[in-house]
């Protein structure tokens, strides 16, 4: 049976680490669009984190202007009383009342708009106290996938570069016509696996039944034989 002959186990342990290898491959392509996707995921949480204290800014800032405009008109309020100790006539005594009166009700709302702004800043800073916790512990897990990724990026290089030695080593002790056939194979079959066990005279790679000849000439020819669905090399496990 082709499948205990020597010179096929080797072929069939180079089939094995020439998928290992393309596994490996395959993995480190997809590596970068996962650093990405966490990349993303942590500018996404940065921006969380942004958004909170550029609120908190906003609201500082709209404090500070209503501070300032509460010294202002408490200033102007006790400029114009003086005013009015200085006045001889009535007309402008009450000119100057009516004016106070005014700009205290201008003051009383400021203040009450002030104190609002007081609660909503008191209510950002625990937002974005609450963000940079929670957020920042989320970053730093994120951080700590995306280096994993890194290393295995490294770690796959070097068991790519190991594989591929061993492979060449494998080549070099298996029969030149099994090894050339193998080779042919491998740029006809689109995917692995590139030599397949039938089962049920189904070729396991296809998944397809072979004809009663492919069958003949594996089970009882003994011969490097090809799937005729799909051109893989196929042999009967014992």
Same mark, same amino acid.
């Given at each position: 049976?082709?499948?205990?002959?020597?010179?096929?186990?080797?072929?069939?342990?180079?089939?094995?680490?020439?998928?290992?290898?393309?596994?490996?491959?395959?993995?480190?392509?997809?590596?970068?669009?996962?650093?990405? %996707?966490?990349? =993303? @995921? /942590?500018?996404?949480?940065?921006?969380?984190? !942004?958004?909170?204290?550029?609120? *908190?800014? &906003?609201?500082?800032?709209?404090?500070?202007?209503?501070?300032?405009?509460?010294?202002?008109?408490?200033?102007?309020?006790?400029?114009?009383?003086?005013?009015?100790?200085?006045?001889?006539?009535?007309?402008?005594?009450?000119?100057?009342?009516?004016?106070?009166?005014?700009?205290?009700?201008?003051?009383?709302?400021?203040?009450?708009?002030?104190?609002?702004?007081?609660?909503?800043?008191?209510?950002?800073?625990?937002?974005?106290? %609450?963000?940079? =916790? @929670? /957020?920042?512990?989320?970053?730093?897990?994120? !951080?700590?996938?995306?280096?994993? *990724?890194? &290393?295995?990026?490294?770690?796959?290089?070097?068991?790519?570069?190991?594989?591929?030695?061993?492979?060449?080593?494998?080549?070099?002790?298996?029969?030149?016509?099994?090894?050339?056939?193998?080779?042919?194979?491998?740029?006809?079959?689109?995917?692995?696996?590139?030599?397949?066990?039938?089962?049920?005279?189904?070729?396991?790679?296809?998944?397809?039944?072979?004809?009663?000849?492919?069958?003949?000439?594996?089970?009882?020819?003994?011969?490097?034989?090809?799937?005729?669905?799909?051109?893989?090399?196929?042999?009967?496990?014992?």
């Amino acid at each position: 049976m082709l499948s205990n002959n020597i010179e096929f186990k080797k072929l069939l342990l180079l089939h094995g680490k020439d998928r290992r290898k393309l596994s490996m491959e395959s993995e480190l392509k997809n590596l970068p669009d996962s650093i990405k %996707i966490i990349d =993303s @995921k /942590i500018e996404i949480e940065n921006a969380t984190i !942004e958004s909170a204290s550029s609120e *908190l800014r &906003e609201v500082e800032l709209l404090s500070n202007s209503l501070e300032k405009e509460i010294h202002s008109l408490t200033d102007l309020i006790d400029r114009q009383k003086n005013k009015q100790l200085e006045v001889k006539k009535n007309e402008e005594y009450q000119a100057l009342e009516n004016e106070i009166i005014n700009l205290n009700a201008k003051l009383s709302s400021k203040e009450d708009e002030h104190i609002e702004t007081l609660l909503k800043l008191d209510d950002a800073k625990e937002t974005v106290s %609450i963000a940079e =916790s @929670k /957020i920042s512990e989320r970053v730093k897990l994120l !951080e700590v996938d995306k280096n994993k *990724l890194y &290393e295995r990026s490294s770690k796959l290089k070097t068991e790519i570069e190991q594989i591929e030695i061993d492979i060449r080593e494998v080549e070099l002790e298996i029969d030149q016509n099994l090894l050339n056939g193998y080779k042919k194979t491998k740029k006809v079959v689109s995917r692995p696996p590139y030599v397949a066990p039938l089962e049920d005279q189904k070729c396991s790679g296809c998944n397809l039944r072979v004809s009663n000849d492919i069958s003949s000439s594996v089970l009882v020819e003994q011969k490097l034989t090809h799937c005729d669905q799909c051109g893989r090399i196929v042999y009967f496990e014992r």
